[in-house]
């Protein structure tokens, strides 16, 4: 059975930085394209960043050029690394494959707050 398992989240002053990662089991993570999601309070939950099993990677704009998603195929675990994060990028913050697998993990809280 595949286990997602999201860890790294926190409380971040405006302008500081995060890493996020995301643990898989129960399958090989070299075969799986993966992404990262994120669901505020009251929205839907949107795709951050995408990474395909080769490696090449797509943001959404509110990411683009503020975080770097990259993979350790050796360690089964995924990451984002988010940089001059702002209020607006709060939210809970998922991993899944693409296409999703139907289970999700519990998510990790990103808060940034001054």
């Known amino acids: 059975q595949v286990q997602l398992v999201e860890s790294g989240g926190g409380l971040v002053q405006p302008g500081g930085s995060l890493r996020l990662s995301c643990t898989v089991s129960g399958i090989f993570l070299g075969i799986l394209s993966m992404a990262w999601y994120r669901q505020a309070p009251g929205k839907q939950r949107e795709l951050v960043a995408f990474i395909r099993s080769g490696g090449g990677t797509n943001y959404a704009d509110s990411a683009q050029g503020r975080f770097t998603i990259s993979r350790d195929d050796n360690k089964n675990t995924m990451y984002l690394q988010m940089n001059s994060l702002k209020p607006e990028d709060t939210a809970v913050y998922y991993c899944?494959?693409?296409?999703?697998?139907?289970?999700w993990g519990q998510g990790t809280q990103v808060t940034v707050s001054s």
């Open positions: 899944n494959a693409v296409p999703n697998y139907s289970y």
